[in-house]
């Protein structure tokens, strides 16, 4: 049987407080845990049924009300700019930049649950902003890293005052690069490009400039964590199944690149399961937290405006209410008629939830397609101590002694 994963003990407490309590409870005053699929539908819902954006902070410290912003417009834009991002060759090109930086990371013991994260959220910088000068994209790379370590840090821990203020000038200097080419690009003085940012820079006159910087620092954000969490467990999950990194390595060599380029998830199924199940198995974050922008009321409970709510896709996935043998990783269980598949479309949220879910979630299992296309048929991952690996449940599954060295096959 295979050893349970490590919990710190607020992942511990939710997950044996929900199979007490049951999976709508209060984790402490005024903040509500909904870990049941349909709740945790219909609480974001209607938390952000307006999908308006906040005032900006120099409105709010100065007591006025903004305009509202319809952050739906600003998904609608993203929404159709990714679509021309995912076609053959902008993903030829992630590929390209993903094994571009294993290229300088081979033949040396590495740490795999840094390596993955810098592999995925350093290939995806040109999708959000490209064009920025050398010092500008080492500013927004200082910053991927802050978010990074924030973000595999295990336990609570607390910055000292002088790691706040270096975190405050990182985040002034990647906010500082992003301005700089959305105004180049407004003004005519830098060319317009093929990314996130481009869109943005059109709405530059409904946004205001601190709202278009926020928008693409957020998705900054949003590539800095969970696509390289999601890819080291998929590194994870390979290592420990040569007989599945054989039948990806079966269906993948054989595939000629531009197809698996234009439809990676289409020709390539069995290693579309996988992906799946992993995402199922240990899809980051572990939790999430929102503010009730409004009161809400729920069956189980209500919640006043300002009070938080936790959501949390591992405890989801991992309900035996809603799923068959939840902790057992079998890719198999997404075949059409499998008696172990999910129960309903509510179980199995990866991407989040309506009406805010991830923007990026084709483009994300994208990524992790050509992950296993990179490791299954170029690349060979070879782990120093495979025996002393363990998963951990932190703010995302990370898998602790994760040191391996990669070489060419
Ligand atoms: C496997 C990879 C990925 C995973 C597991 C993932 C997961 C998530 C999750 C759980 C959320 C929260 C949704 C909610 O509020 O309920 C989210 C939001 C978001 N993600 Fe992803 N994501 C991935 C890749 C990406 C990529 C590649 C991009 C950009 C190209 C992206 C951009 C965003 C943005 C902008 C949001 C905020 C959406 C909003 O607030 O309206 N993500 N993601």
Redesign the pocket.
Known sequence: MATPPEETPFVHEMRTRCHAEGSVLWVRDGELGVFDPEAAQKI?ALNFSDLTLPDKLADLLRGRRGSPVS?KEV?TA?LSQ?RRLSDAEAVARLAARMSELLEERLDRPLDWVWVAQEVCSQA?VP??VTGLKPTDVSRVLRDQTLKLTQLLAIGPGRDTLWQELRAIWIQVGAGSAVRRELRGRATGRRPRQLD?ADPIVELLPVLGMDRAVDAVT??LT??AG??G??ATCLLYELTRRPEWAQRLARELSPLKLEDFYSAPTRVAPVTHRFVKET?RMW???MF?TRLARTDIQLEQASLKTGQRYY?S?YLVHHAPEHWKDPDAFDPDRWLADAPHGPCSGASY?????AP??????G???A??MLLCHLMCTRYRLQLSAPEEVRMMLANVALPLGFTGTLTRR
Not at 349 to 353: A, D, E, K
Not at 356 to 361: F, H, K, L, P, W
């Open positions: 974001h952050w998904r993203w990714l995806l999708t959000v996130l957020a998705v949003a590539i969970p696509p969490a999601a995402l899809g980051p974050p999430m959501v896709p949220v990866p991407f989040g939830w805010t879910t991830c923007i990026g979630a483009l994300g299992t990524q992790l």
